[in-house]
């Protein structure tokens, strides 16, 4: 190869690298990114399962940041029992009542009661993919009984921190764009109220303001 020829393929490498560079650039200006959050949200009621959901976009490039965490509170229920009255002696005189006018004494009782609460057969899913036992081994443990998870001060659970104990048809049913719900399942003995706070940031498509 010649001097000339080698100056050429310098000149065409520098401009591949170039091209390369511009394009880079300008993907990085069409995207932008993008954030589903909600703090101390509660959960809805359903069938044994309390539940919400969230959209992650459908042009979504990757996934930056997606955790959660969980205030569990007792569930109370709140009834009202059976109404009493006083007895009271009345007579009858010539067709008149006595005493007259009369009244009747009621008492209306309400009873507040606390459901009794184990944690064995509580899990949690995203999009029907159970992902209890992996936030085990990753954080040691899960609901235990009332307060904040996870316990410690200012932590979070983190899903691409534990995304590769799955396969990977459930690692695109957890990352994959579209909806997605997050549950606790319960049963009679689980039954509990919770406030989910949730942060899913991904980068995307910038459509202008379209959504």
Avoid at 49 to 64: A, E, K, W
Avoid at 109 to 123: A, C, L, M, P
Wanted: aromatic share 10%; charged share 25%; proline share 3%.
């Amino acid at each position: 190869m010649t001097q000339i020829d080698e100056a050429f393929a310098k000149i065409i490498k520098r401009q591949d690298n170039q091209n390369q560079i511009e394009k880079q650039r300008q993907f990085q200006r069409r995207n932008t990114v993008s954030d589903s959050k909600a703090d101390f949200q509660s959960m809805l009621r359903g069938i044994n399962r309390l539940y919400t959901g969230f959209t992650i976009s459908r042009d979504v490039q990757f996934i930056m940041r997606y955790t959660f965490s969980l205030h569990v509170r007792p569930l109370v229920t709140t009834f009202a029992q059976t109404i009493l009255t006083e007895p009271k002696s009345l007579s009858i005189k010539n067709n008149t009542i006595n005493p007259n006018p009369h009244n009747h004494e009621v008492k209306i009782g309400i009873e507040v009661s606390e459901q009794e609460f184990e944690t064995k057969n509580i899990r949690i899913k995203i999009n029907g993919i159970d992902i209890t036992d992996a936030l085990i081994l990753e954080y040691g443990s899960f609901i235990d009984g009332y307060g904040y998870f996870p316990k410690a001060d200012g932590e979070v659970y983190d899903i691409l921190r534990i995304i590769e104990y799955f396969p990977t048809w459930q690692q695109s049913a957890i990352l994959s764009h579209g909806r997605k719900e997050i549950e606790l399942t319960q049963d009679s003995a689980s039954l509990c109220e919770c406030d989910i706070s949730y942060h899913v940031k991904f980068n995307h498509i910038d459509r202008g303001g379209l959504a």
